[in-house]
């Protein structure tokens, strides 16, 4: 019965940990099912495998009592342009069934409290424009909006790219370099923040 709700009035302990490369066996096909239910982007197992082999300890996982995945955050951090160290959520979801519980915003935090231990200056992301539950979490976290992305995702919509700035002044000091980056191709992996109430 790990698949089905809770009782409305049942107590139960969610479990918060730091993915491991060593649970990619037990973990990632349940993180990849979510993650595609959810999100709007067809992601391939390498896309997986890119971020949580390189950034797994910024990558966490809340589980029930039995150890059934029910949220996932999948997150980045390295060198953006001017040098400064940028944080990058790339994947956010959580079970239907546990939505509403405050789930989706103890992973964002502690993605956040590790990239700010590993330097960040900054963190970003993207949201498809309708999804108004994501955009609410990330606003209520101090994330701003900062720049509307027409046509980002494969199905044609529309995104915003949300931006916490980190340190003092890095908001000043970047004016400029999203411009630049926005009329490339490099972007490679958007994220989209899906199932997150």
């Known amino acids: 019965m790990s698949g089905a709700a809770p009782p409305a009035t049942a107590t139960f302990e969610i479990r918060y940990v730091r993915y491991q490369s060593e649970q990619e066996t037990m973990y990632l096909p349940a993180i990849r099912q979510m993650i595609s239910k959810d999100l709007s982007e067809p992601y391939s197992i390498y896309v997986y495998r890119y971020f949580l082999y390189q950034w797994g300890e910024l990558c966490f996982m809340a589980l029930d009592p039995q150890n ?91 995104a915003f790219r949300f931006l916490l700035y980190i340190k003092e002044g890095i908001a000043t000091a970047t004016m400029g370099y ?15 923040s899906a199932g997150v109430s």
């Not at 999203?178 to 989209?192: G, K, L, R, T, V």
């Open 68 to 158: 059934t995945l029910i949220g996932v955050i999948i997150s980045k951090l390295e060198t953006h342009r001017g040098g400064r160290m940028r944080g990058y959520i790339a994947m956010l979801a959580v079970k239907e069934e546990y939505r509403g519980k405050g789930i989706a915003t103890k992973l964002v935090r502690m993605a956040i409290d590790a990239m700010i231990e590993k330097d960040a200056d900054e963190i970003a992301l993207e949201t498809e424009v309708t999804n108004t539950a994501a955009m609410k979490l990330y606003e209520r976290l101090g994330f701003l909006r900062s720049k509307r992305l027409h046509h980002y995702y494969l199905n044609g919509n529309t």
């Open 178 to 192: 999203d411009d630049a980056y926005e009329n490339s191709d490099q972007q490679i992996f958007p994220s989209a």
